[in-house]
């Protein structure tokens, strides 16, 4: 299933650091998220966005900074992360809000 | 709040069934989800069902649905151990347009 990529797979960043996740659909989606899954608690929404507005935004720390230039990709900017920041990073798109999110693979990021 | 709760682990051997159970307490909730995660891996939607249902059946999937007790369940026949994976249900709630997830379940399936 390549309908929702994510690069880099693997991510590996000093608190000093900044670099961003890529996302890209290939669905022709409207609606796209960031996700967070870390070991200890479920899956937690970051950002909404449709067709390129940010519709959510469940009180993420300013060090994680969304960007959505058009309704195929999807960036999250991320700076002076803390080592809890270490989680698997999930993009999903829909085609509405309100469909069914399909998911992909995730970056994995360990912040040092 | 919304809450959508999942037993930790559930182990079964080739073969047998499998019965992954959730319970959520919105009741405003459209779509009822289940989502499969192999390691290392993001989330694969396996199948939903709508709130207005209360079962659905896809190859060797069986979702039940009980609106009254607000719970979900899903069967995997001859459940193999190409299974073993993290089971996550969700559901969406309209009002909000959130999907909210429940903690995931883990399957081992032991040969």
């Known amino acids: 299933e390549t309908g929702v990529t994510q690069t880099p797979r693997h991510l590996v960043m000093g608190m000093t650091n900044k670099k961003s996740l890529k996302c890209e659909q290939h669905l022709g989606h409207n609606a796209m998220y960031w996700y967070k899954q870390s070991a200890k608690k479920p899956l937690e929404l970051m950002f909404v966005?449709?067709?390129?507005?940010?519709?959510e935004n469940n009180s993420v720390p300013s060090r994680f900074s969304p960007e959505c230039p058009n309704s195929s990709h999807l960036f999250l900017h991320l700076h002076t992360l803390q080592p809890e920041d270490s989680a698997l990073y999930l993009c999903?798109?829909?085609?509405?809000?309100?469909?069914?999110?399909?998911f992909g693979p995730g970056t994995r990021l360990t912040v040092l | 709040g919304e809450d959508v709760e999942q037993s930790l682990f559930l182990s079964v051997r080739e073969g047998d069934s499998s019965v992954i159970n959730c319970t959520y307490t919105d009741s405003s909730s459209t779509y009822l989800y289940w989502y499969k995660q192999e390691p290392g891996a993001g989330l694969q939607l396996l199948t939903y069902i709508f709130s207005n249902m209360d079962m659905k059946q896809d190859q060797r999937l069986t979702v039940l649905l009980n609106k009254k007790d607000k719970h979900l369940s899903l069967r995997i026949a001859d459940t193999q151990t190409g299974d073993s994976a993290i089971y996550f249900c969700?559901?969406?709630?309209?009002?909000?347009?959130?999907?909210?997830f429940g903690g995931g379940t883990r399957l081992m399936v032991k040969p």
């Open positions: 999903a798109s829909s085609p509405g809000v309100t469909d069914t999110q399909y």
């Open positions: 969700a559901e969406l709630i309209n009002a909000g347009n959130m999907l909210t």
């Open positions: 966005y449709s067709l390129e507005e940010r519709v």
